[in-house]
């Protein structure tokens, strides 16, 4: 599922990768992995990477993760691991979150 | 299960928990969504696990724990210390998961327990689960920080857990009050098909927990409070409202430790029926109980003393000084004395700790001193479930109780007991302090003894150093005597009796005197009578000597003079002149 190179190589290069914990086709999930990629396509355009997990898929992982609800954003690295739940609606507190500066409107 | 099944009644699983499933017709309804609610510390975690617990060791069947509040390690070493083998039950039966969302997880819009339960779902699957515990669901909830979310995420569950065919159990910290929050989660009761509040008060500054089924859909339940308590063993709950089976006591008889009230009740006790004894303090009720158990002990059974408020070293040396031992019964362990604090628990966990004390000692005999101390903790109503049930208990397992009660004020004629008990004892003593002429004496009357004919006459109960017994009725003026009456009574029977003793001797000696004396006279009567008698054979003999001596001279002078007749005629002329002489001479002794 990764959208470029593996995620260990970003990690060595200070990229931003991230875990996404999705119930199929559910609308918080479909808008939470939206908002995940267009986020990344915006701040990190040449160095990030994205799992997805489907929960529907494979619950047992997201148990074995402590994973409750989803969706579920994980940021791996760079450190400190980061975890945000809920569809990414808040963007504000997504951005205050990952310390990225407030999109300026326009 | 077949449809038409689920439609006419419900399923339940057996919680194995004492008392829950016989207020629940059975236990918890199966494939169905149960609720315990209850403010913080009242029980609803232990009560959730305990249930989970015993499913997995009884049943075989696995289920899920998930702890939103509490870490699971510690809810895992709150079941360790109930003494449940969670790290054995861990490898197969029991899941637990730590279901709680670390602090620094980020809000970010919109999310659901999706996860949760399909990572949950697949588990059961494989595990094959039959019960998951959602324990602490109001802090999964107030993550939600929304309303609407919050009904939402609790309706995912409960269709979660209908579809996968679950027995779910939900416990809540929310109470159904007025409170913000109890408006807010009000609703959740309705989801549940069963619902069991716990609660906790303070009677007399005695806590005590209380449970009542709010809610049961379906089925028949006790919808009154119960109480229940949190033991060694976990939840116990005290129902007492079921049918108790009563078997058949045993037709051979215990003796009271006192021969003469043995006698008095055809015998003594029947074994495993329980007898009530009543009186003010200081009646000798503690020690009637320890002469009961040191019987007990003495025909080689095993006997349980439950004291209240009186230390066991205390009860040992007061009862050696009126010669009730129990020391020695005490060193081979036939005999526990377990001393009881009253205000240390609520009256419920006294039954409850009475009840594992039974269950370790194994007692045939068991004494509680006082039983009616129970009343002080946590109220009365509560007390006299308590003592309903401590006698059911006994009366199930056979064996012979003696309970004693208190009352209050020396008013012999009170016959009530404070835990209105005295309707379900097998027997009923009552000792009071009779009143007479200054002095108190203890009196024993048998106001009923099931089954069996009983004296009905008040006696003297004695207490001294050679040992306690009952003395015979003496009555009087229609009254039974006690005490310095008593004696006085006594003495006044033993002079009449002395008295009546002498006049008889005195009687008989004057009889045997005369009796000598008619003796002697008889002698002396048939001494003179001998003594004429001879007298006159004497004369007799006399008279007939003389009479034969007559003759015979008669018969000589008539020989002689034949023969001189014959001479003469011989010779012829023989002058008759001696012939005069002689017969002159016979003439005067003839005359």
Same mark, same amino acid.
């Given at each position: 599922?990764?959208?470029?190179?593996?995620?260990?190589?970003?990690?060595?290069?200070?990229?931003?990768?991230?875990?996404?914990?999705?119930?199929?086709?559910?609308?918080?999930?479909?808008?939470?992995?939206?908002? %995940?990629?267009?986020?990344?396509?915006?701040?990190?355009?040449?160095?990030?990477?994205?799992?997805?997990?489907?929960? %529907?898929?494979?619950?047992?992982?997201? +148990?074995?993760?402590?994973? +409750?609800?989803?969706?579920?954003?994980?940021?791996?690295?760079?450190?400190?691991? +980061?975890?945000?739940?809920?569809? %990414?609606?808040?963007?504000?507190?997504?951005?205050?979150?990952?310390? +990225?500066?407030?999109?300026?409107?326009? | 299960?077949?449809?038409?099944?689920?439609?006419?009644?419900?399923?339940?699983?057996?919680?194995?928990?004492?008392?829950?499933?016989?207020?629940?017709?059975?236990?918890?309804?199966?494939?169905?969504?149960?609720?315990?609610?209850?403010?913080?510390?009242?029980?609803?975690?232990?009560?959730?696990?305990?249930?989970?617990?015993?499913?997995?060791?009884?049943?075989?069947?696995?289920?899920?724990?998930?702890?939103?509040?509490?870490?699971? *390690?510690?809810?895992?070493?709150?079941?360790?210390?109930?003494?449940?083998?969670?790290?054995?039950?861990?490898?197969?039966?029991?899941?637990?998961?730590?279901?709680?969302?670390?602090?620094?997880?980020?809000?970010?819009?919109?999310?659901?327990?999706?996860?949760?339960?399909?990572?949950?779902?697949?588990?059961?699957?494989?595990?094959?689960?039959?019960?998951?515990?959602?324990?602490?669901?109001?802090?999964?909830?107030?993550?939600?920080?929304?309303?609407?979310?919050?009904?939402?995420?609790?309706?995912?569950?409960?269709?979660?857990?209908?579809?996968?065919?679950?027995?779910?159990?939900?416990?809540?910290?929310?109470?159904?009050?007025?409170?913000?929050?109890?408006?807010?989660?009000?609703?959740?009761?309705?989801?549940? *098909?069963?619902?069991?509040?716990?609660?906790?008060?303070?009677?007399?500054?005695?806590?005590?927990?209380?449970?009542?089924?709010?809610?049961?859909?379906?089925?028949?339940?006790?919808?009154?409070?119960?109480?229940?308590?949190?033991?060694?063993?976990?939840?116990?709950?005290?129902?007492?409202?079921?049918?108790?089976?009563?078997?058949?006591?045993?037709?051979?008889?215990?003796?009271?430790?006192?021969?003469?009230? *043995?006698?008095?009740?055809?015998?003594?006790?029947?074994?495993?029926?329980?007898?009530?004894?009543?009186?003010?303090?200081?009646?000798?009720?503690?020690?009637?109980?320890?002469?009961?158990?040191?019987?007990?002990?003495?025909?080689?059974?095993?006997?349980?003393?439950?004291?209240? *408020?009186?230390?066991?070293?205390?009860?040992?040396?007061?009862?050696?000084?009126?010669?009730?031992?129990?020391?020695?019964?005490?060193?081979?362990?036939?005999?526990?004395?377990?001393?009881?604090?009253?205000?240390?628990?609520?009256?419920?966990?006294?039954?409850?700790?009475?009840?594992?004390?039974?269950?370790?000692?194994?007692?045939?005999?068991? $004494?509680?001193?006082?039983?009616? $101390?129970?009343?002080?903790?946590?109220?009365?109503?509560?007390?006299?479930?308590?003592?309903?049930?401590?006698?059911?208990?006994?009366?199930?397992?056979?064996?012979?109780?003696?309970?004693?009660?208190?009352?209050?004020?020396?008013?012999?004629?009170?016959?009530?007991?404070?835990?209105?008990?005295?309707?379900?004892?097998?027997?009923?003593?009552?000792?009071?302090?009779?009143?007479?002429?200054?002095?108190?004496?203890?009196?024993?009357?048998?106001?009923?003894?099931?089954?069996?004919?009983?004296?009905?006459?008040?006696?003297?109960?004695?207490?001294?150093?050679?040992?306690?017994?009952?003395?015979?009725?003496?009555?009087?003026?229609?009254?039974?005597?006690?005490?310095?009456?008593?004696?006085?009574?006594?003495?006044?029977?033993?002079?009449?009796?002395?008295?009546?003793?002498?006049?008889?001797?005195?009687?008989?000696?004057?009889?045997?005197?005369?009796?000598?004396?008619?003796?002697?006279?008889?002698?002396?009567?048939?001494?003179?009578?001998?003594?004429?008698?001879?007298?006159?054979?004497?004369?007799?003999?006399?008279?007939?000597?003389?009479?034969?001596?007559?003759?015979?001279?008669?018969?000589?002078?008539?020989?002689?003079?034949?023969?001189?007749?014959?001479?003469?005629?011989?010779?012829?002329?023989?002058?008759?002149?001696?012939?005069?002489?002689?017969?002159?001479?016979?003439?005067?002794?003839?005359?």
């Amino acid at each position: 599922m990764s959208r470029t190179a593996t995620g260990a190589s970003h990690a060595a290069h200070g990229a931003y990768v991230f875990r996404i914990y999705i119930a199929g086709g559910a609308p918080n999930s479909v808008r939470a992995l939206a908002s %995940l990629y267009a986020l990344c396509r915006q701040h990190f355009p040449e160095s990030h990477h994205i799992e997805v997990i489907d929960v %529907l898929k494979e619950p047992m992982r997201a +148990l074995a993760e402590a994973i +409750l609800v989803t969706p579920t954003v994980v940021k791996i690295t760079p450190a400190p691991e +980061l975890q945000m739940i809920g569809d %990414l609606s808040d963007e504000e507190e997504v951005l205050r979150a990952l310390g +990225l500066p407030q999109t300026t409107s326009g | 299960m077949s449809v038409k099944k689920r439609a006419r009644f419900i399923e339940k699983i057996s919680t194995g928990i004492e008392g829950f499933d016989e207020i629940t017709g059975g236990g918890l309804p199966r494939g169905r969504t149960t609720l315990i609610m209850g403010g913080p510390g009242c029980g609803k975690t232990v009560l959730a696990l305990q249930a989970l617990v015993n499913g997995a060791t009884r049943h075989g069947a696995p289920g899920m724990f998930v702890a939103f509040e509490e870490n699971a *390690d510690l809810v895992e070493e709150n079941a360790e210390s109930f003494g449940w083998d969670m790290a054995g039950l861990q490898k197969k039966l029991i899941y637990f998961l730590n279901a709680q969302l670390t602090p620094d997880v980020v809000k970010v819009g919109e999310f659901d327990l999706t996860a949760l339960l399909a990572g949950l779902e697949a588990k059961a699957k494989e595990m094959g689960a039959k019960l998951v515990v959602f324990d602490a669901l109001d802090v999964l909830l107030s993550l939600l920080d929304d309303p609407a979310a919050e009904r939402r995420e609790l309706y995912r569950i409960q269709a979660w857990l209908k579809r996968t065919g679950l027995t779910g159990i939900l416990t809540t910290k929310i109470e159904e009050d007025k409170s913000p929050a109890g408006q807010r989660y009000g609703f959740m009761p309705f989801m549940a *098909d069963c619902v069991v509040r716990l609660g906790q008060r303070v009677i007399d500054r005695v806590a005590v927990r209380e449970m009542r089924l709010v809610k049961y859909r379906g089925s028949p339940h006790v919808l009154n409070e119960v109480p229940f308590v949190i033991g060694a063993a976990g939840v116990e709950v005290g129902a007492s409202n079921g049918v108790h089976p009563e078997p058949q006591p045993f037709k051979m008889r215990v003796s009271t430790g006192i021969e003469r009230l *043995d006698e008095m009740m055809e015998g003594g006790i029947y074994r495993g029926t329980n007898v009530l004894i009543t009186g003010s303090a200081g009646t000798g009720k503690s020690t009637l109980s320890g002469l009961f158990l040191e019987a007990a002990c003495r025909r080689g059974e095993r006997a349980l003393f439950v004291s209240f *408020d009186e230390n066991t070293r205390d009860i040992v040396r007061d009862l050696a000084s009126v010669g009730v031992r129990l020391a020695p019964h005490l060193k081979t362990g036939l005999l526990r004395i377990e001393s009881v604090r009253t205000e240390a628990a609520s009256s419920e966990d006294h039954l409850i700790r009475m009840k594992h004390l039974i269950r370790e000692h194994k007692p045939a005999c068991i $004494a509680v001193d006082p039983f009616s $101390a129970l009343v002080k903790v946590g109220g009365e109503l509560a007390a006299r479930n308590v003592a309903e049930r401590l006698i059911y208990l006994c009366r199930n397992e056979r064996i012979t109780a003696l309970l004693t009660s208190m009352i209050e004020g020396t008013d012999v004629t009170m016959e009530t007991t404070p835990l209105h008990i005295s309707t379900l004892a097998d027997s009923w003593l009552q000792i009071s302090y009779s009143l007479h002429a200054g002095e108190r004496n203890r009196a024993l009357t048998i106001i009923k003894s099931r089954g069996s004919k009983h004296s009905n006459q008040m006696r003297e109960l004695i207490f001294s150093n050679s040992g306690i017994t009952l003395t015979d009725p003496y009555t009087a003026g229609g009254e039974v005597l006690m005490g310095t009456l008593r004696i006085e009574k006594e003495n006044a029977v033993r002079t009449m009796a002395e008295r009546k003793r002498h006049e008889i001797d005195h009687k008989r000696r004057e009889i045997e005197l005369i009796l000598a004396e008619r003796d002697l006279r008889l002698v002396g009567a048939q001494r003179d009578l001998l003594d004429c008698s001879e007298e006159l054979d004497s004369l007799a003999l006399a008279q007939i000597t003389s009479t034969s001596e007559r003759t015979q001279r008669q018969d000589a002078v008539v020989r002689k003079r034949d023969d001189k007749l014959v001479r003469e005629q011989a010779n012829g002329a023989k002058p008759a002149g001696g012939k005069p002489c002689k017969r002159s001479k016979a003439g005067n002794e003839q005359p």
